[in-house]
Nanobody, 116 residues
Framework: VQLVESGGGLVPPGGSLRLSCVTVGTVFSIYDMRWYRQAPGKQRDLVASITSRGSTNYVQSVKGRFTISRDNARNTVYLQMNSLSPEDTAVYYC???????????WGQGTQVTVSS
């Protein structure tokens, strides 16, 4: 199983980015999908999640700015990030979890830098 993230980059404060994570080698639709982020010197924190049935949840700091979605036909989960601030700067990781079995997979991460 492979998770491949893309879409990171450098963006000015107030800007937007859309991250994508393609899952290869498994049945994507059965997995709960999550986006985490890790800033330098800090722990990796959950940002947003979407269940296999499409229920979403967000950490308070990104509510109203970030949107997680999934396209099961494309085996892809997205994170639309708007109104970005320097505090959002981090490496963003995609995570797939099959709750029934405990299977847990991670992507390699994509860097998001918010700076003027």
């Amino acid at each position: 199983v492979q998770l491949v993230e893309s879409g990171g980059g450098l963006v000015p404060p107030g800007g937007s980015l859309r991250l994508s994570c393609v899952t290869v080698g498994t049945v994507f639709s059965i997995y709960d999908m999550r986006w985490y982020r890790q800033a330098p010197g800090k722990q990796r924190d959950l940002v947003a999640s979407i269940t296999s049935r499409g229920s979403t949840n967000y950490v308070q700091s990104v509510k109203g700015r970030f949107t997680i979605s999934r396209d099961n036909a494309r085996n892809t989960v997205y994170l639309q990030m708007n109104s970005l601030s320097p505090e959002d700067t981090a490496v963003y990781y995609c995570n797939a979890v099959w709750v029934a079995s405990g299977d847990d997979y991670w992507g390699q991460g994509t860097q998001v830098t918010v700076s003027s």
